[in-house]
Nanobody
Framework: QVQLVESGGGSVQAGGSLRLSCAAS????????MGWFRQAPGKEREWVANINKYDSTTYTGSVKGRFIISQDNAKNTLYLQMNSLKPEDTAMYYC?????????????WGQGTQVTVSS
C-alpha cells in the first residue's frame, strides 16, 4: 500500500506563489504517472496536472503556463510549483499515484493540503 502525504499549502495573496510537495512511501514498482487534483468548496474534484514515468507533463487549461509539475524519483516526491495564483485556485489539493506501470490511473491518494488565495 502506497501512502502519500502532501505539504506546502497555505494562504497567499493573488499573484503569489506556493510549492506543494507530495511525499510517497517507498514503493517497489515504477508507477506510470503521478498527478495533482483539486477540489473547491461545493465543486467536484478536478484534475490539475500529471507527469508520467518519461517526465512528460500535461496540464488543465486554467493552470497552463502558471503551474509546473515535477518529480524527484530519488526522493519519491512529487511537486507542484504554483505561480501567479488566482482566487479561483483556492481549493484542497490532492496528489495521486498510479498503481499501474503501463497506464495512467489513480488508485492511491493523499489526504490533501489546503490552498487559499485572497484577492
Amino acid at each position: 500500500q502506497v501512502q502519500l502525504v502532501e505539504s506546502g499549502g497555505g494562504s497567499v495573496q493573488a499573484g503569489g506563489s506556493l510549492r506543494l510537495s507530495c511525499a510517497a512511501s517507498a514503493y517497489t514498482y515504477s508507477p506510470y504517472c503521478m498527478g495533482w487534483f483539486r477540489q473547491a468548496p461545493g465543486k467536484e474534484r478536478e484534475w490539475v496536472a500529471n507527469i508520467n514515468k518519461y517526465d512528460s507533463t500535461t496540464y488543465t487549461g486554467s493552470v497552463k503556463g502558471r503551474f509546473i509539475i515535477s518529480q524527484d524519483n530519488a526522493k519519491n516526491t512529487l511537486y507542484l510549483q504554483m505561480n501567479s495564483l488566482k482566487p479561483e485556485d483556492t481549493a484542497m489539493y490532492y496528489c495521486a499515484i498510479s498503481s499501474s506501470t503501463v497506464i495512467c490511473s489513480y488508485e492511491y491518494w493523499g489526504q490533501g493540503t489546503q490552498v487559499t488565495v485572497s484577492s
